[in-house]
DNA sequence: CTGAAAGCGCTTACAG
DNA sequence: CTGAAAGCGCTTACAG
């Protein structure tokens, strides 16, 4: 690239100092200099098509007007609905976003947080895999602004936006229930992740409360590293032998699509034989030949308070503020023809 | 965040220069120190937790291993694969990504190119909107290295990576046509964007070397800002008439979304009374109940090479480089039941 | 060979 | 009130 104008450029064709340009094109303390200086000084940087060097001022200010995103895949639609939003949020107030996908790695996690903060972001987002609770302590020790996103750590006290993943599911296995379902089974991930643990926690609570079953047989856990067999196979198992269940909870996106998928191919009837509820929307389910209901998290409201926590965070580091979103249940039934 | 330990710290501790602690922590012109030394630095930093500052590398060096991305919107699903790959590539050159959305729109292109520019990114991958020629030109004569990807502009001489969407359409509407099509339409967005003007071409180029029909009122062009009721009507008039087409291409992912919905609703058989190819994958069609054709974009690739050419231009400055990719048809058969 | 100094492009506390 | 100087945290050309 070609060697770029500087203030000390304009400083010297004007004949002040840098400081003084430095000044008027920061509009501060304008008291200092007659209109006509700074007028003139004005000009003279546009003329030069003056553009200023935020790696030169954040140098100096400690302040790059830059946040980290970390998520576990950018090409999720889930997460990049949410990055759009922080984007925009972001951008209302003069932040650029810097964004990387840890693969529900934890130590990918760790070594991006590290690249972000070398970069001296001014604050991060995180949406965490399992296991990085040591990281976030370490985020904490170092007075790192930071909120977490979707997925939070119970026992740590940090700022974090979430859905309120309990009541979500325990709404979701009530909508079966009402249904009329009586043997409820629920296909999650064998995981940490304290969303999906508190997902399976209101699940079962549910079926405690209205005296159904919530025996082992019913509850089915995949690897998190999906593979379509174990999860047909799981289903199946729901599925077949005496007593099989006639309502499901997917506990994510992915087993959900997974799922149903294979389902269609059984000759098992939506709804008459089985009734179904997801977690989140997801496109790929919009012409699906059956009625089901999803529980839609407000990716909106997640989003904007995520980045404007994380701002206020960054310029007022006020108390640590949690924020558990009620999940909305949506019934969806299938397309007309 | 507290003060962070800079080479000063450590030289002090060691005893040393900093200008000694930064060669040994960057392993440059490493026989000037002795390995004892050099490793009591490396300890001592260490154990201080020492991160390098990279605003102040940066500044120093006019390097600051980011790359600036632009593309209309990150929440479609497109952008988001495309960007997580290129996030991928990105990172094995230590290169971080700072992402916009320019939602179509010109001047908010040219705002985000300047505020990533001022940021002192490396360079840029864009995905331009219509009418943004002047600030192509103006990236060429700044001499800022960068790449467009899936859309140029074709009277610029500049580095990009697209599809040869020419090409695909024609192989689009060869398709219908083996397929026994006799009046093949097209629903397009009305807009400049090259790789749409690309896809009518290929569309009538197509028609004409088969002899077939290509008049004015096959071709439905309608705004960019989607409306689901001009998408209908401009379906209702293709499939109405005296003579309704056979055959119908879709020139974009949401066109053919929003397409399809409303012919689900109609009397009319796919594919006996209507054969329908669209531009790319979409995970929403997955479980579409009737079959059609897609071209498949190869999105690898196209965010791999644009990012490897970037990374070339910024590093070696080389000559012009432009890939159209070839787009692959694919066939797609309802689900089983 | 090696150390100390200059300088990247800004901002702002401080001396006059 | 205003100008010139110091300094942010690095890298590296250069003097010795």
Do not use: W
């Amino acid at each position: 690239m070609e060697r770029k104008v500087s203030l000390k450029d304009i400083a010297q064709k004007v004949g002040v100092s840098t400081a003084l340009v430095s000044y008027v094109l920061n509009n501060k303390r304008e008291n200092r200099v007659s209109k006509e200086l700074a007028q003139r000084i004005r000009e003279v940087a546009a003329g030069m098509n003056y553009r200023i060097n935020q790696v030169a001022r954040s140098l100096k200010t400690n302040k790059t007007f830059t946040i980290g995103l970390i998520v576990s895949d950018i090409a999720n639609p889930f997460f990049s609905a949410l990055a759009r939003i922080i984007e925009d949020e972001a951008e209302q107030h003069q932040y650029t976003v810097i964004f990387s996908s840890s693969d529900e790695n934890a130590a990918k996690n760790g070594k991006l947080i590290d690249t972000l903060l070398d970069r001296q972001v001014d604050g991060l987002i995180l949406s965490p895999p399992a296991f990085c609770e040591d990281q976030v302590i370490r985020l904490q020790q170092q007075q790192v602004p930071f909120v977490l996103v979707d997925r939070y750590f119970p026992d740590l006290k940090t700022n974090y936006v979430a859905l309120d993943n309990y009541g979500a599911a325990f709404k979701a296995v009530e909508h079966l229930i009402e249904s009329g379902c009586k043997r409820i089974g629920m296909l999650t991930y064998d995981t940490e992740l304290f969303h999906l643990q508190e997902r399976k926690r209101g699940y079962v609570a549910a079926l405690k409360q209205h005296k159904l079953p919530a025996t082992k047989s019913l509850l089915k856990e995949v690897n998190i590293r999906v593979e379509q067999p174990a999860i047909e196979k799981a289903i199946h198992q729901l599925l077949s032998g005496p007593e099989p269940v006639d309502g499901l909870l997917f506990a994510a996106n992915n087993l959900a699509l997974a799922g149903l998928r294979y389902i269609r191919t059984l000759p098992v009837h939506i709804p008459r034989d089985l009734r179904i509820v997801n977690f989140d929307e997801t496109e790929a389910l919009d012409f699906y030949p059956a009625p089901f209901a999803y529980i839609q998290q407000p990716l909106g409201e997640l989003g904007r308070l995520a980045t404007r926590l994380l701002l206020e965070s960054i310029n007022q580091r006020p108390a640590t503020t949690q924020i558990n979103l009620d999940g909305q249940l949506v019934l969806k039934s299938p397309m007309p023809f």
